[in-house]
């Protein structure tokens, strides 16, 4: 059985305004002495049988079932109690600002070692292969040995200076990156060329000599280059990677053949 308050709304939302019981609740308020004046007498021997000696008394587990299913079906939800999110007008959206885009990260300091040498009236920017100076057996020292002899240049190349080793600092906050190797060898290259004087030819051998002094690529070997402040270069392959490749000497041996003139003639 409910109470009178539960039983009040329930008839109230089912939209009955006078009702009698048949029979005394439990738990509910007394009659109303006007209702019952009006209700006509029924004599006893036509009135029903009570509800409790027709209809058996349901046990309390099956009633309580009962009693929520009816809830579940007549309660309405009250305003507010479960909001809509609100959605956002395109207007709006469209003036929210952006998210500012990630700092994009500075490249890593690039890697190399180059030594400056001369040979007769030409000086030589080559990229060490091991990082190290030179050594007299050092398999490409041999090779660039060669290469002079079929240049008709000395064989015996004067070591210019210390290596230039970059990055130049392990750490500190100085800049590092492309440009500033790039301004870096330009400027020890082209005061060494002030110091030694006359100079028919500069030889980049090496990628890191043709990128950071002659401001070219891999696509430049075997071919020459005007570099603003350093004059006439010729772009050569790494010492390492004519030993890896020996067919790159064939083409090598070509260019050299249309370079020469340029040292040959100024002796």
């Not at 409910?2 to 939209?15: F, G, N, V």
């Not at 180059?114 to 190290?132: D, I, K």
């Not at 002659?214 to 390492?240: H, K």
């Amino acid at each position: 059985m409910i109470t009178e308050h539960r039983r009040r709304a329930y008839l109230d939302a089912m939209q009955v305004a006078t009702w009698l019981p048949r029979t005394v609740l439990p738990f509910a308020a007394p009659s109303n002495p006007e209702l019952l004046a009006l209700a006509p007498e029924i004599p006893l021997e036509d009135a029903p049988a009570p509800v409790a000696d027709v209809i058996p008394e349901a046990p309390a587990a099956e009633a309580r079932p009962a009693a929520t299913s009816v809830r579940a079906r007549i309660e309405i939800p009250r305003p507010g109690s479960n909001p809509r999110p609100a959605v956002q007008s395109a207007p709006e959206a469209a003036a929210e600002p952006e998210a500012a885009p990630a700092k994009q990260e500075a490249p890593p300091p690039p890697r190399f070692s180059l030594q400056l040498l001369r040979a007769g009236n030409c000086l030589l920017l080559v990229e060490l292969p091991t990082g190290e100076p030179f050594q007299s057996r050092d398999p490409a020292y041999l090779l660039l040995k060669d290469l002079l002899r079929a240049a008709g240049l000395p064989d015996s190349p004067q070591i210019l200076g210390e290596p230039v080793r970059w990055p130049l600092l392990s750490r500190g906050n100085m800049d590092q990156g492309p440009d500033a190797a790039r301004d870096f060898v330009q400027g020890f290259v082209g005061m060494r060329m002030e110091e030694q004087g006359d100079c028919a030819c500069l030889w980049l051998v090496g990628l890191p000599a043709v990128r950071f002094a002659g401001e070219a690529d891999a696509g430049a070997f075997n071919r020459e280059l005007q570099v603003e402040g350093l004059g006439a270069t010729w772009a050569l392959p790494g010492l390492e990677l004519l030993m890896d490749e020996p067919e790159r000497k064939g083409e090598l041996w070509q260019a050299m053949r249309r370079v020469m003139r340029r040292w040959k003639h100024t002796e």
